[in-house]
T-cell receptor, first 116, second 112 residues
Framework: DTAVSQTPKYLVTQMGNDKSIKCEQNLGHDTMYWYKQDSKKFLKIMFSYNNKELIINETVPNRFSPKSPDKAHLNLHINSLELGDSAVYFC???????????????FGPGTRLTVL | QKEVEQDPGPLSVPEGAIVSLNCTYSNSAFQYFMWYRQYSRKGPELLMYTYSSGNKEDGRFTAQVDKSSKYISLFIRDSQPSDSATYLCAMQLPAGGNKLVFGAGTILRVKS
């Protein structure tokens, strides 16, 4: 039973191409996230959606566009890929965003993107 | 200065050793303090969390928070080769969607 799944697991592409990464969670969670982890393992939040509504939008290039067709899915589309986009992208989810309470997030296995 | 500072290591210890992992932070607004463990080529998973200053124990793991010093620690007793992973501290902001801010992660290697 995969809780948070991502496709593809590996993605190798040329500079300038457009690519998408898909994420699905079967935990019934309301909130989903995209993170970028660079080569030094630094994990940085990019976006967060709650019930298909964007709630966190960090300072990322507008070449990155998230899309949530329903609360179980959060996709990431990247236009005009650059060398610096090479990283591991993680999707995560959690139940609710109510005030208080710990934000326990469940992460997917990651998508390793290599831009040549 | 980053909001959360963590020494990336790597930290290499013999099996059975006590391991101490640490993070410092600058934002007093952080509310929850967490430790995530990430095995190679896997996603992070939550190991432990604490809310206030003090200690919290779970088996061989103890999390410690000192809010006055803005310093958190994770201790691993009787370390095992299966503990070899990257340990990321994470801190939660109470507003803005309860955003998590992660440290850079410390790579731990436990040798048998």
């Amino acid at each position: 039973d995969t809780a948070v799944s991502q496709t593809p697991k590996y993605l190798v592409t040329q500079m300038g191409n457009d690519k998408s990464i898909k994420c699905e969670q079967n935990l019934g969670h309301d909130t989903m996230y995209w993170y970028k982890q660079d080569s030094k393992k630094f994990l940085k939040i990019m976006f967060s959606y709650n019930n298909k509504e964007l709630i966190i939008n960090e300072t990322v290039p507008n070449r990155f566009s998230p899309k949530s067709p329903d609360k179980a899915h959060l996709n990431l589309h990247i236009n005009s890929l650059e060398l610096g986009d090479s990283a591991v992208y993680f999707c995560a989810s959690r139940q609710g965003i109510g005030a208080g309470g710990v934000n326990e997030q469940f992460f997917g296995p990651g998508t390793r993107l290599t831009v040549l | 200065q980053k909001e959360v500072e963590q020494d990336p290591g790597p930290l290499s210890v013999p099996e059975g050793a006590i391991v101490s992992l640490n993070c410092t932070y600058s934002n007093s607004a952080f509310q929850y303090f967490m430790w995530y463990r990430q095995y190679s080529r896997k996603g992070p998973e939550l190991l432990m969390y604490t809310y206030s200053s003090g200690n919290k124990e779970d088996g061989r793991f103890t999390a410690q928070v000192d809010k006055s010093s803005k310093y958190i620690s994770l201790f691993i007793r009787d370390s095992q080769p299966s503990d070899s992973a990257t340990y990321l501290c994470a801190m939660q902001l109470p507003a803005g969607g309860n955003k998590l801010v992660f440290g850079a992660g410390t790579i731990l290697r436990v040798k048998s």
